[in-house]
Nanobody, 122 residues
Framework: QVQLVESGGGLVQPGESLRLSCAASGIGLDYVATGWFRQAPGREREGVSC????????YYADSLKGRFTISRDNAKNTVYLQMNSLRPGDTAVYYC???????????????WGQGTQVTVSS
């Protein structure tokens, strides 16, 4: 049984950083693509970043390049999302998902975590 568990969310002030983790069981994240998505209240879920399994290529939403960094620790079977210079507009529930290849479409992923809340507020 495949399980993805996100952690690391919380309440931070603007300008601060957080690192989200996506720990997997039942699937090797170095063999699949792992994406991060987020969903703010009243908005659609949107793609944030993705790391491919085969070659570790990384992809980012254009608006987030330079502030967010995705990485993977194969030994821990965990993917991370380092988020710097956080803004109130980054407030959302963040989800990780696993699929065959990186895609901006939600339908491209077969497995999803339960999400972790990130709130950026002064």
């Amino acid at each position: 049984q495949v399980q993805l568990v996100e952690s690391g969310g919380g309440l931070v002030q603007p300008g601060e950083s957080l690192r989200l983790s996506c720990a997997a069981s039942g699937i090797g994240l170095d063999y699949v693509a792992t994406g991060w998505f987020r969903q703010a209240p009243g908005r659609e879920r949107e793609g944030v970043s993705c790391i491919s399994g085969s070659n570790g290529n990384t992809y980012y939403a254009d608006s987030l390049k330079g502030r967010f960094t995705i990485s993977r620790d194969n030994a821990k079977n965990t993917v991370y999302l380092q988020m710097n210079s956080l803004r109130p507009g980054d407030t959302a529930v963040y989800y990780c998902a696993a699929g065959d290849q990186c895609s901006p479409a939600l339908s491209g992923y077969d497995y999803w975590g339960q999400g972790t809340q990130v709130t950026v507020s002064s």
